[in-house]
């Protein structure tokens, strides 16, 4: 079983960067498949980037080349780096895993983008 924490949410002006960070009860080794998504009010909650256990990343057009996901598997954590954010970016950032057939989500960090 999977317990999924996230966290660096918060307020940040246009133009500015946040690193979320989602830490894994434990070892991200075994995970088939690791990724972030987020919602905004209102709207379905849409695949932001995603990092397989072959290695491989994939991203939402909306965030290419101002997203990058990487990871760190001694401290079985997950990170989203984001820069030059954009108010459209405003939303709640879920981390998720799947293993074994399992799908596990973190209860969501809160990122605003101000004008």
């Known amino acids: 079983q999977v317990q999924l924490v996230e966290s660096g949410g918060g307020l940040v002006q246009a133009g500015g960067s946040l690193r979320l960070s989602c830490a894994s009860s434990g070892s991200i080794f075994s995970i088939n498949a690791m990724a972030w998504y987020r919602q905004a009010p209102g709207k379905q909650r849409e695949l932001v980037a995603a990092?397989?256990?072959?290695?491989?990343?994939n991203y939402a057009d909306s965030v290419k080349g101002r997203f990058t996901i990487s990871r760190d598997n001694a401290k079985n954590t997950v990170y989203l780096q984001m820069n030059n954010l954009k108010p459209e970016d405003t939303a709640v950032y879920y981390c998720?895993?799947?293993?074994?057939?399992?799908?596990?989500w973190g209860q969501g960090t809160q990122v605003t983008v101000s004008s």
């Open positions: 998720y895993a799947r293993k074994a057939w399992l799908d596990y």
């Open positions: 990092f397989t256990s072959g290695g491989s990343t």
